[in-house]
């Protein structure tokens, strides 16, 4: 029998999104029996409750409602709630691929232990800023498969745990500020315990996260003072100090959206890429001494 698997979406303010990303989930391939939706509401100014009520005729449908706490809290909050023995992440602006479950559920029964990691894909190709933090997250992928033989993280909108034993871990660490860094965070310390992290590429969800130039900034900014609190984080648990990339790690970075689009477009990505490195080294150095240097 196809496991049990539950679908936890954490959202605030977005209900247009989320009604897309429900609609999506409503055309998957993957018996309605054996999946359950908990959608967190992170005190949202307009429950979401009644506008999304009519999706519970498709599919069996939750709708957990919660103070203002972020994206962690609230994966914890639907986490709690799982029925699942596969609790599977996204977010309200995703459109899962019709398989998407089906893919997860085969890898979920090869490899029981194992947390799973899915590909993302760019769903606003006109979108600059849009594609080039996609091609971010795609190079930082490729690297650290390449340099550790096994992807290092996966980003936590397209995101599964066996039920039990993320429930063991504790879930997401809710000491992270903002949106940023907290899935690299569940992702060291699930590989610190012991247990795998497998990617399955052909597990997609498509990413609509609209994206200009002050956004993106923003974005990259918010990234780098989440990886400030996961580098102290991760201090504390294995004594090791923050560990600069080499220059090939940026020279890669560089050139990794040539021949992918046309010269133009790749060039557009590859100076975005480079802005990003910065906004990310301000928002590092920002939340370092903002917390007094240490």
């Known amino acids: 029998m196809k496991p049990l698997i539950s679908i936890v979406i954490p959202t605030h303010g977005r209900p247009e999104k989320l009604w897309r990303c429900l609609q999506a989930i409503g055309g998957l391939q993957y018996p309605t029996d054996r999946f359950e939706v908990i959608v967190v509401d992170d005190g949202s100014p307009v429950a979401v409750e009644t506008s999304v009520a009519s999706f519970g005729e498709s599919f069996p449908l939750r709708v957990i409602r919660q103070e203002n706490r972020g994206p962690a809290v609230a994966r914890n909050t639907g986490m709690q709630s799982a029925a699942g023995s596969l609790v599977a992440f996204t977010d309200d602006d995703c459109l899962p691929d019709r398989d998407w479950l089906g893919q997860l559920a085969e890898r979920h029964n090869r490899y029981p ?13 006109h979108r600059i800023c849009s594609e080039s933090s996609q091609l971010l997250v795609d190079y930082l992928y490729q690297y650290y498969e390449t340099l550790s033989k096994g992807i290092g993280f ?7 745990f066996p039920t039990a034993a993320l429930k063991r871990l504790g879930g997401f660490d809710e000491t992270f500020p903002l949106a940023a860094g907290e899935d690299r965070e569940i992702c060291d310390r699930w590989t610190r315990h012991g247990m795998p992290l497998l990617y399955v590429p052909e597990a997609i969800v498509h990413h609509a996260h609209d994206l200009n130039i002050s956004r993106f900034a923003r974005q990259q900014f918010n990234y780098g003072r989440g990886a400030w609190h996961f580098h102290n984080l991760r201090k504390r648990h294995t004594n ?23 010269w133009l477009r790749s060039a557009q990505a590859s100076s975005l890429m480079v802005f990003s490195q910065a ?16």
């Open 113 to 125: 232990d194992a947390a799973l990691g899915g590909r993302v894909h760019n769903a606003l190709p």
């Open 279 to 294: 906004a990310n080294a301000a928002g590092f150095f920002y939340e370092r001494f903002s917390r007094g240097g240490n």
């Open 154 to 160: 996966f980003t936590s909108n397209n995101l599964a």
């Open 240 to 262: 090791t100090g923050h560990r600069v990339e080499p220059a090939r790690f940026y020279l890669g970075m560089i050139l990794y959206p040539f021949g992918k689009r046309n």
